[in-house]
């Protein structure tokens, strides 16, 4: 029964921060977000971020199946 818990956790905290990546890219890429003094290339870091988190999704299924 632990493992099974422990894999749990582990779904969860994963999720979780997909999503917590996931806001953070898109408030970066919408101006919620900024950075003072970096302004510019924000939007562009959170492109980064979104990109990035899609492909680790990705490759995190593939990698389970």
Wanted: hydrophobic share 60%; no cysteine; proline share 3%.
């Amino acid at each position: 029964m632990g493992k099974d818990k422990s894999k749990l956790v582990g779904l969860v905290v994963w999720i979780t921060g997909v999503l917590v990546s996931l806001a953070v890219g898109f408030g970066m890429i919408s101006g919620t977000l900024t950075i003072p003094y970096i302004q510019v290339i924000v939007p562009i870091a959170g492109w980064i971020v979104v990109v990035l988190t899609i492909i680790g999704v990705v490759l995190a299924i593939v990698n389970k199946y």
